[in-house]
């Protein structure tokens, strides 16, 4: 689990994370939502360390990162698992030595032994037939794929997702959103996921954070967002004309 | 930048893999350039010293003599290291600028790798290399500078006794000196501007470009301090 408390961030003068507090647990799909700017990146980049935090604390399964010094941070970072929005995959190198890329660097595991572990992965996301193939050769979809299975090589604790199925056809989304979903499970794993796509917040929302402008307006599940009476997140949820209409029927 | 890119550094076997493809990427690749022009320019330096030195009482060695000290001097470390940072220097920051705007390094750093000690290290000591590259550019400059005069039809042994003549050792240390600090200077700086480049697709031809600019200015600038304490 993953506990953050009063996190404020902000770049210049311009403050983009404003008190945020939450949980994000164990086994459950996480999602972190909100329109275009709302803050959702920096806070996932934050919790991934990429950001230093200007307050608060950041709490892995009760390991407070302001405590840490930095060979525990490299620890905690080869717990955590992350699928960037455009996938991020090397692209010298092919889809089998992307997935092995982590073992490689990490691991002191013989060559065969690597071999078998990344192969096991990409069985998993159903990619068995273009081990061989670089990403320029593959689909968007595939690419995503790929990414999960190198997030995920490690057996990470925590995995954290950007927009996992932006810029894929409503359909591959579904694939990619239910794949995360599984793979949470299967491996209870601690999963963050930032998104602005109300078909995952319906599909896979266990515990669902809104956020506008910096600042946490409500939390809960993928049920409770639809009948939530918070009007910005109403705003958000019916925003499209369509589902508006599908609400009223 | 540079401390950072010798410390926490990868595996032994990884570092080694990714040396040896910079070697071959970064000075390998750039041999077919650089015999074109220094062979051609060899040649076009020697014409041009010998229309200067048309007197009968000027002796036909210092054809030679005077394309040798241009050539080891100033072209084959300077000139080409111009070319360089064009050549070598755009693949860098287009290469690690482009690996910045896809996210590419955001992945090193969330697996808890140095992505300085990933990227930018094995360039370093890659450039080490640098100096065989200007060593086979004087040798084709002058052997260019050979070509051309038996051509114009100056003698070649005049010209081969020029190049022996009053030959100084130093001359051809301290373009090494030069050399290995502008290797320094090819992979680091357009590291730095690729490294930290921020924005997308476009931002990379910037940055490219930025850095041939600054890689070339920094070029000059550091010739012409080394230039002045060694030779004056």
Same mark, same amino acid.
């Given at each position: $689990? @993953? ?23 164990? /086994?459950?799909?996480?999602?972190? %939502?909100?329109?275009?700017? *709302? ?12 950001? #230093? ?24 970072? +080869?717990?955590? &698992?992350?699928v960037f929005?455009g996938s991020a995959l090397f692209d010298?190198m092919t889809v089998l030595e992307n997935v092995r890329f ?16 990344a192969?096991?992965f990409i069985?998993r996301v159903n990619l068995n037939?273009a081990i061989?193939k670089l990403p320029s050769e593959i689909s968007g979809g595939m690419q995503k794929r790929v990414g999960i299975a190198r997030a995920i090589v ?10 996992p199925? *932006? ?6 989304? =579904?694939?990619i959103?239910?794949l ?27 515990? =669902?954070?809104?956020?506008?402008? &910096? ?35 | 930048? #540079? ?8 595996? +032994? ?5 990714? =040396? ?20 051609? @320019? /060899? ?41 360089? !940072? ?21 992945a090193?750093? #969330?697996? &808890? %790798? ?9 360039? =370093?000591? !890659?450039?080490? $290399? ?7 550019? $004087? ?18 042994? !005049? ?5 022996? $003549?009053?030959?100084? %050792? ?34 990379? /031809?910037? !940055? ?25």
């Amino acid at each position: $689990m @993953i506990e953050i408390k009063n996190i404020f961030k902000s770049f210049g003068s311009s403050e983009v994370l404003i008190d945020i507090s939450a949980k994000f647990e164990r /086994g459950k799909t996480n999602l972190i %939502i909100g329109q275009s700017g *709302s803050g959702k990146t920096v806070l996932l980049k934050c919790l991934l360390g990429l950001y #230093v935090t200007d307050n608060g604390e950041l709490i892995y399964d009760n390991i407070y990162s302001s405590r840490m010094n930095d060979e525990e941070k490299i620890n905690i970072k +080869k717990e955590m &698992g992350m699928v960037f929005q455009g996938s991020a995959l090397f692209d010298s190198m092919t889809v089998l030595e992307n997935v092995r890329f982590p073992l490689d660097m990490l691991t002191k595991y013989s060559e065969r032994e690597k071999n078998e572990i990344a192969l096991k992965f990409i069985d998993r996301v159903n990619l068995n037939d273009a081990i061989n193939k670089l990403p320029s050769e593959i689909s968007g979809g595939m690419q995503k794929r790929v990414g999960i299975a190198r997030a995920i090589v490690l057996n990470p604790k925590y995995l954290f997702c950007d927009e996992p199925n *932006s810029g894929l056809d409503p359909k591959t989304a =579904i694939v990619i959103d239910n794949l995360i979903q599984e793979i949470t499970k299967e491996y209870n794993i601690t999963t963050v996921i930032n998104s602005h796509d109300m078909n995952s917040v319906i599909e896979i929302g266990e515990n =669902i954070i809104f956020l506008k402008k &910096g600042i946490k307006l409500w939390q809960g599940n993928n049920k409770e967002i639809l009948n939530s009476k918070n009007k910005e997140v109403e705003d958000f949820v019916y925003s499209s004309e369509l589902v508006k209409k599908l609400r009223k029927n | 930048m #540079v401390k950072s890119s010798f410390i926490k550094p990868c595996k +032994k076997n990884i570092l080694y893999k990714l =040396i040896f493809k910079e070697i071959n990427d970064l000075v390998l690749d750039s041999i077919p350039i650089v015999s074109i022009l220094s062979f051609f @320019i /060899g040649g076009v330096v020697s014409i041009q010293m010998a229309l200067n030195l048309e007197s009968p009482l000027l002796s036909k060695t210092l054809i030679g003599f005077a394309t040798r000290q241009s050539v080891i001097l100033e072209f084959a470390p300077t000139f080409i290291s111009i070319i360089m !940072a064009g050549k070598v220097g755009s693949y860098i920051t287009s290469s690690i600028g482009t690996m910045r705007v896809t996210e590419q390094i955001d992945a090193l750093e #969330v697996m &808890g %790798i140095n992505s300085l000690n990933y990227l930018v290290f094995p360039k =370093i000591i !890659a450039m080490l $290399m640098y100096p065989f590259i200007i060593t086979f550019s $004087m040798f084709l400059g002058l052997l260019g500078g050979l070509l051309a005069m038996t051509l114009t039809g100056v003698p070649s042994e !005049a010209y081969i006794q020029g190049i022996q $003549m009053d030959f100084d %050792i130093f001359h051809v240390t301290y373009s090494y000196i030069k050399t290995l600090v502008f290797s320094f200077i090819l992979a680091t700086v357009p590291a730095f501007h690729g490294f930290y480049m921020k924005g997308g697709a476009l931002d990379v /031809g910037k !940055a490219s470009t930025q850095s041939f600019y600054w890689t070339s200015i920094i070029i000059i600038i550091v010739n012409y301090i080394i230039t002045q304490l060694l030779l004056s």
